[in-house]
């Protein structure tokens, strides 16, 4: 079986997959604690955690005869620093809008 490496961003943008990883956020569930919440069905929360496994968000390990996922804090990190990335360009522009307005005024 390929596994397929998913980009955190684009995994996030499902709603179903972003609401499972908020929950995921507060605390390690099953998939079966999973399922209930979200209108969706086991076997679907499945998949939707097999992708934000493969963009490397969730983690899972076996607990007995059930699997825990957690939030994979190295992923995290990763979407992370795209933000600070962004942030940092998103500033240096504000800059150089706000000094150009106030040569203007002179």
Sequence with gaps: MTTFEVDGWTALGHPTRREIF???????????????????SRPAVSQHLKVLKD??????ERAGN????????????TLR??????WSKALVAYKAI?????KEKR
């Design 22 to 40: 908020e929950r995921l956020a507060d605390r390690p569930l099953a998939v079966g604690e999973l399922a209930r919440e979200p209108p969706v």
């Design 55 to 60: 963009a490397r968000l969730v983690t899972g």
């Design 66 to 77: 059930r699997r825990i996922y957690r939030v994979d804090p190295d992923g995290i990190d």
């Design 81 to 86: 620093a795209d933000l600070e990335q962004f």
């Design 98 to 102: 706000v000094e150009n307005r106030q």
